[in-house]
């Protein structure tokens, strides 16, 4: 069983459109991630939810938007796509220790955006 | 700010022979988490070794391990006995409390047969 998965894994649009990443984890984990891997493979966050309450915020522009339904999902939707925001997407999760300390987290496949 | 150094872009190993990779880190945090991830070419990101700052004693998984000079900042990773899969990106990371991971630029580890 894939601990956390994304769809699709890769998405190749145009510019102007809105698209959507699904990401879902089946390992309990109350916490989750958003990652941007560029083409010189530099991994930065952009997001992370906590319980379904966004906790990281990165200076991202608005025209990401996460949306966290319940713990065990975190979406990420574009507006207005742009050349620039070709690039991997990762989802990622983890569990958060109850002394605040983050553990380990675990990644999913990636999403390779393409924009055109 | 947190920051994570890897200063070698490239690295080329002999198959069966160890190689270092290194990395340094800077956190203003006295509990920290540091960790070594893998991406190979399939792109998958795989956590490979992790170290509690507040551990003294070096974290080693199987032939993966660690050299963590706290006072140094510095957390190199030792790749024992190198195999053609161990061939990816490798990428040093540090999290503080905040939930943040930050990571390196990343090296990429090449395995000569």
């Known amino acids: 069983d894939t601990a956390v998965s994304q769809t699709p894994k890769y998405l190749v649009t145009q510019m102007g459109n809105d698209k959507s990443i699904k990401c879902e984890q089946n390992l309990g984990h109350d916490t989750m991630y958003w990652y941007k891997q560029d083409s010189k493979k530099f991994l930065k966050i952009m997001f992370s939810y906590n319980n379904k309450e966004l906790i990281i915020n990165e200076t991202v522009p608005n025209r990401f938007s996460p949306k966290s339904p319940d713990k065990a999902h975190l979406n990420l939707h574009i507006n207005s796509l742009e050349l620039g925001d070709s690039a991997v997407y990762f989802c990622a999760s983890s569990q958060r220790v109850y002394s605040g300390t983050n553990y380990e987290q675990y990644f999913g496949p990636g999403t390779r955006l393409t924009v055109t | 700010a947190q920051t994570v150094t890897q200063s070698q872009p490239e690295m080329s190993v002999q198959e069966a022979e160890t190689v270092t990779l290194s990395c340094t880190y800077d956190t203003s945090e006295s509990d920290y988490y540091l960790f070594w991830y893998k991406q190979p070419p399939s792109r998958q990101m795989i956590l490979v070794i992790r170290q509690e700052a507040y551990k003294q004693q070096n974290a080693t998984e199987n032939r993966f391990s660690v050299n963590f000079q706290k006072a140094a900042k510095s957390f190199s990773l030792k790749i024992s006995d190198s195999q053609l899969g161990d061939a990816a990106m490798y990428f040093c990371?540090?999290?503080?409390?905040?939930?943040?991971?930050?990571f390196g630029k990343g090296t990429r580890l090449h395995i000569l047969p």
């Open positions: 990371a540090s999290s503080n409390r905040d939930d943040k991971i930050i």
